[in-house]
């Protein structure tokens, strides 16, 4: 299996399953489907509310010698809610228990916004901690000493722009392992790619085939689909694979690590195929030519009061 290199020589599966919008009664036989097929990295968060049910797939796959725990890769991610210093090890404790692990691999600051306690989704601008309160370098110092604490091997981000890693790695001495963000053809981000190369940062890319499934969840119209786009079916064409192959191939050959969600047995399965399709400058050139700039997960669901918005939010 392809890995990446994190700064301190650790080496990551590159290639994962993603947990995000899979329902709890089916992730459980979705995790087991992935471990008994061979994947080897299984990427989670508290907010997806299916912790448990992956925890109980993990721990019958160690017990059935699918895998073992020094084997796999598991991350998970601090929501929003539990940015305070005194909140990040106990939110993280708590992931831990459902997961049934006594350690992450990898733990992420899931966004770059501060919640009050328990609030999932902002509805109005109360429900928002101002970010003057709880700083994301204080968080982001909070999660170094998770990993001190022996609680995460790696620490790191999600959905943070270049600007915001050099901020909190500036005031804290220390850079984040990961930066985990939407990464497909349509939103190809080079520029976040070079920054956060130079800052020895690993990008995860999450939504590789576009997220369709999440277009009725956001009332978005995406037109286009990538697995329907038809250069991305004539380079499937070309390399005897599928489009869906050939998306997660791109993530892969830039070297970022994908992780696409799926449920279905076959179609998890035919993902990890994803692994032995090789791309040309062709192929590259083509898939290149659809970028534009266009997010799936735009973060308007945060822009309920004063403290974000578009223009700020992914500003460099």
């Given amino acids: ?5 994190l700064h301190d020589g650790t080496q990551m599966p590159a290639f994962g399953l993603g947990t995000w919008k899979s329902k709890p009664d089916e992730v459980y036989q979705a995790v087991r489907t992935a471990i008994e097929v061979g994947y080897r ?3 989670c968060a508290a907010v997806y509310q299916n912790e448990t049910d992956v925890g109980r797939a993990l721990s019958d796959a160690f017990a059935a010698g699918d895998v073992t725990r020094e ?7 601090l ?6 210093q005194d909140e ?12 049934q692990l006594d350690r992450l691999d990898l733990y992420l600051m899931h966004w770059p916004i501060v919640l009050q306690p328990g609030v999932y989704l902002p509805r109005s601008a109360s429900d928002f901690r101002p970010l003057s309160d709880v700083p994301l370098e204080t968080t982001w110092a909070a999660m170094l000493e998770t990993a001190e604490r022996g609680l995460a091997r790696q620490v790191g981000v999600s959905n943070f722009t270049a600007s915001k890693i050099k901020k909190v790695s500036e005031a804290v001495g220390v850079t984040p392992a990961m930066n985990q963000v939407e990464l497909h053809p349509y939103l190809q981000q080079p520029k976040l790619l070079a ?13 590789p085939l576009g997220s369709p499934d999440s277009a009725t969840m956001f009332g978005r119209e995406d037109g286009v689909r990538l697995t329907e786009h038809p250069t991305i079916q004539e380079v499937a064409s070309r390399r005897g694979a599928t489009p869906g192959q050939v998306l997660i191939a791109w993530g892969l050959d830039r070297g970022t690590a994908v992780i696409p969600k799926s449920v279905n047995p076959s179609r998890i399965k035919e993902n990890l195929g994803a692994e032995d399709v090789v791309l040309d400058d062709e192929d590259r050139t083509a898939i290149a030519a659809l970028n534009a700039d266009r997010r799936m997960l735009d973060a308007s669901f945060w822009f309920v009061g004063d403290d974000y918005d578009a223009e700020s939010f992914w500003a460099e």
Avoid: F, P
Avoid at 1 to 5: H, I, P, Q, R, Y
Avoid at 71 to 77: A, F, I, M, Q, Y
Avoid at 195 to 202: F, I, K, L
């Fill in 1 to 5: 299996m392809k890995t990446l290199t």
């Fill in 41 to 43: 990295h299984i990427d």
């Fill in 71 to 77: 084997e796999l890769w598991v991350t998970s991610k």
């Fill in 79 to 84: 929501w929003n809610d539990a940015h305070a």
């Fill in 88 to 99: 990040v090890q106990a939110a993280l404790t708590e992931s831990l228990r459902k997961l």
């Fill in 195 to 207: 920054a956060c190369a130079s800052m020895g940062v690993a990008l995860t890319a999450y939504s």
